[in-house]
């Protein structure tokens, strides 16, 4: 058989990555690279577009450069991206607003009008989300005609990260349902389009917005000048794939009612897959890649971020320092973290550094050690932020009991952070359920070469493409029992601090 490759890519926060994997779905050959951040304040957030391509471009040419992949096996591009990442294109393709990321918070009184315009209850009947500024481009949509009217007038479609790396590459418009339900102008619940009545209570023009794909469709064949002279052949399908954690999940498995994944990078998301529209307020609610079916997505926005946050700030003598074992930095901090009492010696931390989506939904909420004391060091700190995410993750994990009516006893987790076997014994305890790592790293890319794969006819379908995936277990984790009363005590008080400091947060900006 003939070799045929196919190609994701991933635009996260700040790094893209880019992997080829065969008719197999086997892995051959991956690459990454960071890009430029625009944050010229406290509030604003945006990509760099042109050195987030030129990474693109970048890891594409390493790809055929170093690991020697035939550009012209490339058969079709899918494509994986953070959501949402919101950028206004002109009649030509021209970018006019650079993507603003899920953490721009410019848009916090747009989002106060969706409320008042539309109605949280209606505005949750038909799009099954709240709005937030920034995690609901709706808003930053809003912002944008409010503060850029100019802008605003010259735009001929808003579209998400996956609508401007296909326009890139072959020139169309396109935004798949798993980006578009994270909108808070489509219709999650109902029919799957764009919802006019919203458009026309919040003062937005529907024609703004880019026509809806499923996840597997091809949106074009390779136009871009740089590609074709790379090698790369005309006649390559651009697939416009999906959200990255919808893609990683695919991967992982999650495509069938039930199933049920836990990614940890710098979020932490549990992501359940039901096939019926019924949902929480508490979470993000979206169409999943997977057509037919939904996903309910409890996002933690700042749980990596906040344990590299003590590590760039507590451990910095760790960071060049591998131990005798030749474990080196993190690993070594995760040991510390494992010396500390369970418990952390009365210490709780609430993960909310930067605002945060699940389940409180406030932009204004921060991180917070209650309990510190003059015995407390940094050892128990540590402990308390690894302790203050498992606590997060057991409360979505009730709410999402609560909506399906079903027990959740065990779930699988993915992604860099999933293999600290430390983490993953102390959010099993906490949560009491046992916890299959899986070797999986990166999932999104590939979950956006599978649809590119769908998308081509290599694959039949996607539950095919997904079953295809080689899904080696890391590690085991079964949950204990031993510390069961003084983690109880721990939560009790977790989910009881945020809403007596609801109010504070908001003094303390002085708002």
Known sequence: ?????????????????????????????????VYRLINPDQVSIQID????????????????SRHKVDPA??????????????????????????????????????????????????????????????????????WIKRHLPEIYARTRYFGHVNTLIAHMLCGSFAIDHSNASYTLLYDTVGSGTWSQA??????????????????TDVVGTLTHPVLLAMGLSPQTKIVIGGGDTACATLAAGV???????????????????????????????????????????????????SYQWIYDNFYQDYKDYPSVSGKRGMILMNDDADQAPPGADG??????????????????????FFGLSLKTTRREMNRAVLEGCAYGLRQLIAMVEEVTGQPLTAFSSIG??????????????????????????????VGAALLAGVGAGVFQDVYEASARVEKTVCMEIRHSDTHKAVYDQRYQVYISLYPQLKELYKINLGL
């Open 255 to 305: 495509v069938r009612q039930g199933d049920v994944c836990e990614s940890v990078g710098t979020t932490d998301v549990l992501t359940v897959c039901v096939d019926q529209p019924k949902f929480s307020p508490h979470f993000i609610n979206r169409r999943h890649v997977v057509d037919g079916t939904w996903i309910y997505q409890g996002a933690m926005s700042h749980t990596g971020s």
């Open 49 to 64: 577009t042109a050195d987030m391509w030129n990474a693109f471009t970048g890891c594409v040419g390493a790809l055929i």
């Open 416 to 445: 860099g952070g999933a293999k600290s076997r430390v983490w993953a014994q102390i959010k099993a305890d906490i949560t009491g359920r046992d916890i299959t790592v899986l070797d999986m790293n990166d999932m999104a890319p």
């Open 73 to 142: 096996k490339i058969l079709a591009i899918g494509i994986s991206s953070l959501c949402p990442g919101l950028a206004a294109f002109d009649e030509k393709g021209a970018v006019l607003v650079d993507p603003i990321i899920y953490s721009d918070r410019r848009s916090t009184q747009e989002a106060e009008l969706f409320r008042q315009k539309v109605g949280t209850q209606e505005l949750f009947a038909i799009t099954a989300n709240s709005p937030m500024a920034g995690a609901m481009s709706g808003t930053s949509m809003l």
């Open 198 to 215: 919203i458009c026309e209570k919040i003062g937005l023009d529907i024609e703004k917005l880019p026509p809806l794909h499923k996840s």
């Open 347 to 368: 210490l709780v931390f609430l993960p909310y550094m930067m605002g945060e989506r699940s389940p409180v939904w406030d932009p204004y909420a921060r991180g917070v």
């Open 1 to 33: 058989m003939e070799e045929k490759y196919l190609l994701g890519v991933d635009v996260g926060t700040s790094s893209i990555k880019v992997v080829v994997i065969d008719q197999q779905a086997r892995l051959v050959a991956q690459e990454s690279a």
